[in-house]
């Protein structure tokens, strides 16, 4: 788990550069394109699986495909270009607080003790990850690219842990990797829509894979599946208070190897908002639930 967990720490340095060059719709369709060549073979094997989905099953799996693999990373991508990427990466850690909230309202899970106080001292934390030495200032006196960046980091965020939810309702009938095949290629229509409404599609294939193939299938490959499949490989055989740990190795190396590469640093009081976030992630992991709750979330680039 974190293994995988750590490989995506390598997305900033792949991604960033890329997000100053081409539009955030463009890298995220190049990448799904790209996601293809590994979902359309796995569709046809399991096809049979596919057969057997509701279509309430399906339409999870399109709200997954557009919501959670389509406009969570196109919306992570635009954080880079407008932030810090650092940033973006740590406010990924409220994922586990959406999920477990949306759990409860759309599975009729219920809340794990102590949850609301977590998700107040979560809050905290965020805010301070997002605005750092900025955050006593008045709201209308904050720097306005911080308060961007936030936004679509959250945005990210909560997509994303409402595919978390979505994704355990539709895991009872399809495995893992056959669930990550069918949003990357279900999401290229919407992807493709987004684009062509933007004006970008052209730009997808004369800038993007005309110029910068080897790096955009790069991320794709490596913090996109191969992360994603060792992480999801790793969290069956892990307790979830244990996979809460593991995960802290993708926000640990994401900010040394983005500090490395990137310059990209962060404040001491985004460090410590940063430890209260993280710590009231793993105290709600530690606690006893009256019911099953979602399984982290990590903050996978094309999850």
């Known amino acids: 788990m974190a293994l995988g967990a750590s490989l995506w720490a390598v997305d900033a340095p792949l991604r960033k550069p890329l997000s100053d060059l081409l539009p955030a719709t463009s890298i995220v369709l190049a990448e799904h394109l790209f996601l293809a060549l590994y979902a359309l073979p796995v569709l046809v094997w399991q096809r049979r699986a596919l057969a057997q989905l509701t279509p309430r099953a399906w339409l999870a799996v399109l709200v997954i495909a557009w919501g959670a693999s389509g406009l969570a990373t196109v919306l992570f991508t ?174 640990a190396l994401a900010i040394i190897v983005n500090w490395l590469t990137l310059g990209a640093t962060i404040d001491l009081v985004q460090f410590i908002g940063f430890v209260v976030l993280w710590g009231s992630i793993t105290l709600l992991s530690w606690l006893p639930a009256p019911s099953t709750v979602a399984e982290p979330s990590p903050a996978s680039p094309v999850s």
């Not at 980091?153 to 309702?169: E, F, K, N, P, Q």
């Not at 069918?182 to 970008?200: H, I, N, V, Y």
């Not at 996979?243 to 802290?248: G, K, N, V």
């Open 78 to 251: 635009a954080a880079f270009r407008v932030g810090n990427p650092t940033t973006v990466i740590l406010l990924q850690k409220v994922q586990p607080l959406i999920a477990v909230l949306l759990a409860a309202l759309l599975l009729r899970e219920r809340l794990p003790r102590l949850y609301w106080p977590c998700f107040v001292t979560a809050l905290l934390g965020a805010y301070l990850v997002s605005f750092g030495r900025s955050a006593l200032e008045p709201l209308w006196l904050l720097p306005q690219e911080r308060v961007l960046t936030a936004a679509l980091a959250l945005g990210a965020a909560a997509l994303w842990g409402s595919g978390t939810v979505l994704g355990r309702y539709v895991l009872g009938t399809l495995g893992f990797p056959t669930l990550a095949a069918a949003r990357f290629l279900l999401a290229l229509p919407f992807l493709a829509g987004l684009a062509a409404l933007e004006g970008t599609f052209s730009r997808t294939f004369t800038l993007g894979l005309a110029q910068h193939a080897p790096r955009l299938f790069l991320m794709a490959l490596v913090p996109g599946l191969l992360a994603m499949l060792i992480y999801y490989a790793g969290l069956r055989h892990t307790r979830a208070s244990y996979a809460t740990l593991a995960e802290l190795a993708f926000p």
